[in-house]
């Protein structure tokens, strides 16, 4: 069994199954030949052609190793109408339903509109809030919205997140990297810690979740 790293802009040869991160706007110049996902990422909005990033997107969203659309999503933190975020998000859900893949999500203080959205939208594929780091009340909404959860170092080096790793499902549970130049194995160990589980069935239950969203044939990729 391998390790799941659900997001990761540093690809690592650890032996583990990682789905690197392509910003849309690299699409053109790149065959990737690993797992990934492409997205058009809210901070980038004002820095590139939407309509171009979304072709781009649309037309990658027809290879095998593309697993997922994103990282796309929201952020309240940045100075990017939020309309105009919106409706870039949109499109891209739209895209992922369309190619029925599964939503790699940025939410920054933007959770209350995901949900929003994710009710209008009636989509029934999987939304991954990845780097995860809402508190209590927050995740409690979001399990009830079906809403899956990513994490990484930044929440499990928080003893006071405890009870929001252990809030979550297992079954509705990733591990990541994302930027950060660490092991996912140190990852898994330090989840494992904190929700107070061997890490070996840690591992087990999110390789079944990796197979339940995005299927067994993509393992042999």
């Known amino acids: 069994m391998q390790l799941i790293n659900l997001h990761t802009h540093r690809v690592k040869n650890d032996g583990e199954i990682q789905i690197q991160n392509l910003f ?31 072709e781009a997107i649309e037309r ?20 990017t109408d939020f309309s105009l975020q919106e409706h870039c998000f949109k499109k891209q859900i739209q895209i992922a339903v369309n190619k029925n893949k599964p939503l790699i999500i940025h939410c920054v203080r933007a959770y209350s509109d995901l949900e929003k959205l994710k009710k209008e ?17 927050t995740t409690q ?22 009870k929001i790793l252990r809030l979550i499902p297992l079954e509705r549970l990733f591990l990541e990297t994302d930027d950060r130049d660490l092991s996912i194995q140190q990852v898994y160990l330090m989840a494992a810690q904190m929700l107070i589980l061997d890490e ?6 999110i390789f079944n979740n990796f197979r339940t969203l995005f299927g067994a044939v993509q ?3």
Not at 26 to 50: Q, R
Not at 121 to 137: A, C, F, M, R, V
């Open 200 to 205: 070996r069935i840690l591992g087990k239950v």
């Open 60 to 79: 990658a969203s027809d290879l095998e190793n593309m697993l997922a659309v994103g990282e796309c999503g929201l952020d309240r933190s940045i100075s």
């Open 219 to 221: 393992l042999n990729l």
């Open 141 to 162: 909404s979001l399990i009830r919205h079906g809403f899956y959860f990513s994490v990484g170092e930044s929440l499990l080096k928080n003893d006071s997140r405890q």
């Open 24 to 54: 849309a706007q690299d699409l053109s110049h790149t065959k990737p030949d690993f797992l990934f996902s492409a997205g058009l990422h809210p901070w980038h909005i004002e820095k590139v052609n939407p309509e171009e990033c979304f």
């Open 121 to 137: 939208t009636k989509s029934d594929i999987p939304w991954i809030i990845h780097g995860y780091q809402g508190n209590l009340e």
